[in-house]
């Protein structure tokens, strides 16, 4: 009773990933998969090794600002043996959702309210289940919140912000807290090299530069991929963010634990180098309860790689999140209201 | 609807410093506390200061080894205003405890089966609600494991090894581990520095002079004051612990994240000094799914006094098991199932 089906939204970086991680947990099975053009399911289990390979380097897309190198026949997930051709991939798994515990949205969010409107198709199926995505934007909580009756009414249990910044940081700042009675500040810095530039990470690197000077989401969805590149040149591959609008402020300040306006994040993103250009690191200041004051520290090793760190919270939130729906505990969940399984 | 009536059983360090600490938590009211000879029940709450006023430096026992200093003419609870004498105190509380969302056990477990049997009396009784300790040894988890049946019919959630090691970080353990596929070792090493002496922690100094080489949780029963001071004296104050019976080993086996045998806790106390010996710090390794080997680091600032890392703790993993409870879900948890609440 504790394995877990799960379906993956999205084979783009996060959801291949997922796909891979899962092959190494216990009770965790895969039994779908899409993307924009392709969808795959089998109940009893996908053979991921022969999704991945079908599909690697190789992303169903609408073309331009998310399009990724393209090869073979078929695009994308329709390229695997298990999976058919569809222009409805998402109607496609929510058909099938009766056997499915958790989805993990892992759909590029470029329109703030584009994984809200995700979900509200899964809520209009009356799907029972987890929801969980790996949301960056501090705004999209709120229109998340805004759904927590229409989730109740299926019985879906989201899990939001369920990544490494939000997600395992935010967990991590949590229970850092625990030592105080008032918190002071928390502040985020993460580190992330990729040996592979970014063209398996290509949503994320556009979803940062969203977070420099000059760029807002918009403008960020509007560059072509020469853009991109020319940003990235221009910073000799090595770019730093700061006071990042991350929802772990608006996640920690729902769990009562600071205000928003404490919390920041920031990092260093090297996208020409395999090694981190720092080291990621949660300090949490407060007060004591006897009276003094105090900083807690978690921090992740260098060795570890920002995919390692994005998706194993992932699965790991989306374990806690199932336990909790098989409760009957519905609505939004954040990474501090359900600490993670492993 | 999310506020939280809590007892506390046992009004020494632990007990007390949870009451105190309650006072500075919002949605958290003790209602009701005793000691071996006096109990405090007021359902509107506990004038927390008035009894800790009444009871400071005046802990009720039977004498010998859990002594404490006492004055004045009713010993320890007994001497609050608020309080009646009793020889029943725990039978006094199981009966108001239709009222008592949770209840902190905070009596010495010199005895491997007080506290499961502490719990038999609430189960036989037909408490619904939570039932939280802060025990140390590895052997007291099974002993609850056995009840889990009368815990589930009772409708008791029971959260075990809630305080700091076991506790905080054995939950900074399981969230460290997020990185990881595979988690080759967990080190908790911990320092504790005790301005006051053991005065105030004479139960937590024994238990840990039981880790001792030559010692062992009978003999350290035995020890009268003059023999631990002995003890303490020969340490010049400061003594160092390896390889403890602390139960974050049997917890984090039973969440899946490593073998008992994989985890090793030390530490070194010193009742002489306010400052802390040595930095309180989980170190966890392991192997990523990319192949990675790495070790992610918590460390709690030298400032964050041991009270402050079990009692934030405490009520943390008491508020997460009284939602649980709430949701219908009963049995025993570990702080990796649990992670605690702000």
Redesign the interface.
């Known amino acids: 009773m504790d394995d877990i089906n799960f379906a993956v939204l999205g084979t783009g970086g996060i959801g291949r990933?997922t796909l891979?991680?899962a092959t190494?947990?216990?009770a965790l099975t895969p039994v779908a998969a899409c993307d924009r053009h392709g969808v795959a399911i089998d109940h009893d289990g996908l053979d991921v090794d022969e999704l991945l390979a079908a599909t690697e380097g190789n992303i169903a897309s609408d073309g331009g600002a998310v399009a990724v190198k393209q090869s073979g026949e078929m695009r994308g997930v329709a390229a695997s043996t298990q999976a058919e051709p569809t222009e409805t991939p998402i109607d496609d798994i929510i058909a099938e959702s009766d056997a499915i515990d958790a989805v993990l949205i892992a759909l590029p969010n470029l329109e703030h309210d584009f994984i809200p409107r995700v979900a509200d198709r899964f809520a209009d199926a009356d799907y029972e289940g987890v929801l969980v995505d790996v949301l960056k934007r501090s705004r999209v909580i709120g229109m998340l919140d805004d759904r927590v009756d229409s989730f109740e009414d299926a019985g879906i249990t989201f899990v939001c912000g369920a990544g490494a910044t939000p997600g395992?940081l935010t967990?991590?700042a949590?229970?850092?807290?625990?030592?105080?009675?008032?918190v002071e500040s928390v502040d985020i810095w993460w580190g992330v090299g990729l040996k592979s530039g970014y063209e398996d990470n290509r949503g994320t690197v556009r979803e940062d530069i969203a977070h420099l000077d000059g760029y807002d989401i918009e403008t960020a969805r509007e560059l072509s991929d020469e853009e991109i590149e020319a940003i990235v040149d221009e910073h000799d591959g090595r770019i730093e963010f700061n006071d990042m609008e991350h929802a772990d402020d608006v996640l920690l300040e729902r769990?009562?634990?600071c205000d928003a306006e404490d919390v920041t994040v920031g990092g260093i993103l090297d996208v020409r180098s395999d090694e981190k250009p720092t080291t990621t690191t949660v300090e949490v200041t407060g007060r004591?309860?006897?009276g003094?004051?105090?900083?807690?520290?978690?921090?992740?090793?260098?060795?570890?790689?920002m995919?390692?760190?994005v998706?194993?919270?992932a699965l790991?939130y989306l374990k806690a999140g199932v336990r909790?729906n098989r409760?009957?505990?519905y609505g939004v969940f954040g990474p501090?209201?359900?600490?993670?399984?492993?």
Chains 1, 2 share one sequence.
Request: charge should be negative; charged fraction near 25%; aromatic fraction near 10%.
């Open positions: 990933r891979e991680y190494e947990k216990t395992f967990g991590a949590a229970l850092a807290a625990q030592s105080f009675v008032e769990a009562g634990i004591t309860f006897d003094e004051r105090a900083t807690n520290t978690f921090q992740l090793d260098d060795d570890t790689s995919e390692a760190n998706n194993g919270p790991g909790r409760a009957g505990e501090t209201d359900l600490m993670p399984g492993f």
